[in-house]
């Protein structure tokens, strides 16, 4: 064993330590020089068969160019580590002058803009929200509307049914009587808001599934004036002040009198034109003052009580300030129709 050869090995160690220009590399060095496998180690297992003078002379030596690879070879790799660091920050640098992703902010349909601000009309005149059950059955949504079985007018309010005594209801206006039964006596101001079914062929004026807006009122001395009065102010609230309302005579089986509610036609202002046919009006709603078996049958006396009801259809409502042409729209959920609302929601 020479001691020059212990030289040369640390003088080759450090001068490829030196040349190391990443850790990588770097790692390899001292695999060469400090593994299990390498020189160094071989020599330091030879020790052994050297004389006891001898072994502790080269083990100094052998030991020291040991420390001294591998002192070099830390300070080296702490070197190259920071500048591996420093690198890949600045690979990683975010440009933050970058204009963003836009995020796409959806629109409300139409319909739900127009359903909370006809509700919000009404809460406005003291009407208070009343809920009832979609799936309804033949009494609520017939009988007690002063339907009974054979009524011609169910002809025109075809529905799905459940079974025989359990449908999808046709209109809002049952819940008229679950409301005065559940009062007993006393003032009612509703309105109920919610969906309605008619067994329809869907076309651009039909749909199986739409809604509606009941509106109630009883109370002593109710007469058409207040009826007239409150629908005058929603379709004023709603379309604009210069809109005039007209009541026309029509048939219920739940109102008497009952009257169809027009609006002066947006196009032409009441002077006729193509969209109003040339009548110059609209129509929007049913309505009419509370039939009074209807009354009787949910516990209000006629002859103490009286008052009047209403049903609107929200997407005729929709479809009329909108100039929407198709009802089929608002079920369709195409993004297309929905984003030009955008604005109003
Ligand atoms: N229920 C009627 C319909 O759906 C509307 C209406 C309600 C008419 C209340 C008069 C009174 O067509």
Do not use: W
Request: hydrophobic residues 35%; aromatic residues 8%.
């Amino acid at each position: 064993m020479e001691k020059e050869t212990l030289l040369l090995l640390q003088n080759a160690a450090l001068k490829q330590i030196e040349e190391a220009d990443n850790s990588e590399a770097l790692n390899n060095v001292r695999n060469t020089f400090l593994s299990k496998k390498s020189e160094l180690s071989s020599l330091m297992s030879q020790l052994g068969t050297l004389s006891s003078e001898q072994r502790k002379e080269y083990g100094q030596v052998i030991n020291g160019v040991r420390v001294t690879i591998t002192n070099a070879i830390e300070q080296k790799m702490a070197l190259l580590k920071a500048k591996e660091l420093e690198a890949k920050l600045a690979r990683e640098t975010i440009d933050i002058t970058l204009p963003g992703k836009e995020g796409s902010v959806g629109a409300r349909n139409p319909f739900y803009v127009i359903e909370e601000e006809m509700i919000e009309i009404f809460l406005g005149m003291g009407f208070e929200i009343a809920d009832g059950p979609e799936v309804e059955s033949d009494h609520y949504n017939f009988e007690l509307m002063n339907i009974p079985k054979d009524h011609p007018s169910r002809d025109m309010q075809d529905t799905f049914y459940i079974d025989d005594n359990n449908l999808l209801r046709t209109h809002t206006s049952p819940v008229q009587a679950r409301v005065m039964q559940a009062k007993k006596e006393g003032p009612i101001r509703v309105i109920c808001p919610g969906k309605t079914y008619r067994r329809d062929d869907d076309d651009a004026t039909h749909s199986h599934q739409f809604a509606q807006i009941e509106g109630l009122v009883v109370d002593k001395d109710i007469n058409i004036g207040h009826l007239k009065a409150t629908l005058e102010l929603f379709v004023k609230k709603m379309f604009g002040e210069k809109r005039e309302i007209r009541l026309r005579s029509s048939y219920f089986p739940f109102t008497e009198p009952s009257v169809e509610v027009d609006i002066t036609c947006a196009n032409c202002g009441g002077k006729g034109c193509s969209m109003c046919k040339g009548t110059g009006y609209i129509e929007i709603l049913g309505a009419g003052m509370v039939h009074p078996n209807v009354l009787k049958m949910s516990g209000y006396d006629p002859e103490v009580y009286s008052g009047f009801a209403f049903g609107v259809g929200i997407e005729r409502v929709a479809i009329l300030r909108y100039g929407i042409d198709d009802i089929r729209k608002f079920y369709q959920n195409d993004v297309r129709f929905i984003r030009q609302f955008k604005k109003a929601s």
